[in-house]
Each structure stands twice: as C-alpha cells, then as structure tokens.
C-alpha cells in the first residue's frame, strides 16, 4: 500500500475552516484514501474516504487531485472539538492498514 | 446498532495472568482488527481476522493469542505479559476485506492495559 505523508501539527481559529493535505505520490489505481481521526484517548474515529472524485458527508470533505498525488481533508467550520491527530491512510492490495503519526490540529478559540 | 463495544475499559494484570480482551460489534461486518497503541505513537495493527479467519499477524508475539468465535466477536488472550506490553488496545471492524472501497474501519473505545 502506498504510503502518506501529512505535517506534524497544525493550528485553525475556531469556525474557520480547516484544511489539512496529505501526500501519497505512489498510490496506485485501485486504492482508496481514508482519513480518520482520534481525539485524545478515544478510539480513532473514521471520518469520509474516496477514489478520485470529491466526496463530502456531514463531518468533511475530501478534495483529490486529479493525479491522485495529493488530498486534502477540509473541515468547513471548525470547533474546539475538532481538536484531535488526523490520520490519511491509502488502502490497496495489501491491505495492510498502517497509521503513520498523522497530524495534529489544533482549533483556538 | 453502530458501534464497536470492548471490554473491560481497563485491566490491570501481572505478568503470570491469563485474561482476555473482548470486542463485539453488530454492523455484519466481515472483517475485525485488533491494534495496540502506546501513549504519543499511532496505532499499531496486530491481528487481521478476514471472514472469521486470521489473514494478517504482524509478528505479533505468542503471547498475545486473537480468537475469532464468530463474525461479530473478537477475543484477544493474554498470558505473561511484560510491562512493556501496557497500552491501549484497540479493536475495529470494517464491512468488507475484499475490496478497497469497503475498508472503513469503526473502533471501539479501546481497553486500557497495565502490566505490572
């Protein structure tokens, strides 16, 4: 499965969206991005995946570019309880599912 | 019914017990994972059950001994344990193993576990 890397920690003013990439240059043509995220001490929490098209649920949405290189998750308005580690992992063949350290946002009032 | 359940919350054990880690879900979901998680580190994944079967075991040590008595159970046995195995442990399910678009994984609270 392709790997993913994602910024360490990031910081967003409550309401405003937040918006947070993730690379995954090698990720091949069959495999799905999924983005979950864990707020502290809580089990990691699935959040919205996808293939190529954009995707939005009740929670996010999620941008992939059109190589497929790239994604964003994007939290329209954020709250303090956004506050948690983000994870992007790609899924395929393998399927292996691994969580890299993912990103840490952070949502101030 | 949506969620992953696990118990207990928390155990404290030394290291000549047996106990066990339980996790159940009601979703149908075909496959269940069992990870470990150390403070400040992601998770780490242990054991892949895929239809009832052990598809993945990344290594894990015999001690640590998964259990998988139908599609909605998941057991983990514990016997000797070292204290550096005190973590959080964490099960998840998804709907389905065998096609990339069905890996959604939904965990439980996880089990909090001490070795002393």
């Known amino acids: 499965d392709a790997k993913t890397t994602q910024p360490t920690s990031m910081d967003c003013a409550e309401g405003r969206a937040a918006n947070l990439p993730c690379n995954h240059s090698t990720i091949s043509g069959n495999e799905y991005v999924y983005w979950y995220r864990q707020i502290h001490s809580q089990g990691p929490q699935y959040i919205i995946h996808g293939l190529k098209n954009n995707e939005t649920n009740e929670m996010a949405s999620l941008i992939i570019t059109e190589d497929r290189k790239s994604s964003t998750l994007i939290l329209p308005h954020a709250t303090l309880r956004d506050t948690a580690v983000y994870y992007c992992i790609v899924s395929g063949g393998s399927y292996i599912p691994t969580f890299g350290r993912g990103t840490s946002l952070i949502v101030h009032p | 019914d949506t969620e992953v359940t696990q118990t207990p919350k928390h155990l404290v054990m030394g290291m000549t017990n047996k106990k066990s880690l339980k996790c159940e879900q009601h979703m149908g979901h075909r496959a269940m994972y069992w990870y470990k998680q150390k403070a400040k580190k992601p998770p780490e994944l242990m054991f892949v059950?895929?239809?009832?079967?052990?598809?993945i075991n990344e290594s894990v040590p015999s001690r640590f001994s998964p259990e998988c008595p139908n599609s909605s159970l998941l057991n983990l046995h514990l016997h000797a344990l070292q204290p550096e195995d005190s973590a959080l442990y964490l099960c998840a399910s998804s709907p389905r193993p065998d096609t990339t678009r069905t890996r959604e994984q939904y965990f439980g609270p996880g089990t909090r576990l001490t070795v002393t």
């Open positions: 059950y895929s239809y009832e079967k052990l598809s």
